[in-house]
């Protein structure tokens, strides 16, 4: 294994800050959430803007096969994992 991760290795590493995220960091998710499920731009289900949320507020990257979640996320400045 290299000493540098690959794109993987960054994405679980990033997962794992998420699942740490506790406290002040939720209810700012929360804010997230509400803001992004609003958006008329996105149009994300409630359950994608959640996770999209989550992930901007922990600073944490994600992987989705879903475009318009990724579009999202490129737009809300949240980094998107290639998965394949």
């Known amino acids: 294994m290299s000493a540098r991760?690959?794109?993987?290795?960054?994405?679980?590493?990033?997962f794992e800050k998420l699942r740490s995220v506790a406290g002040e960091p939720k209810r700012l998710a929360s804010f997230y959430a509400e803001r992004i499920v609003r958006d008329p731009s996105t149009k994300l289900a409630a359950a994608d803007a959640l996770h999209l949320?989550?992930?901007k507020s922990a600073g944490a990257a994600m992987a989705t096969l879903d475009?318009?979640?990724a579009e999202a996320a490129a737009a809300y400045g949240v980094a998107v994992v290639e998965m394949g």
């Open 5 to 14: 991760p690959n794109q993987f290795e960054q994405f679980l590493i990033s």
């Open 67 to 69: 475009i318009r979640l």
């Open 53 to 55: 949320a989550s992930a």
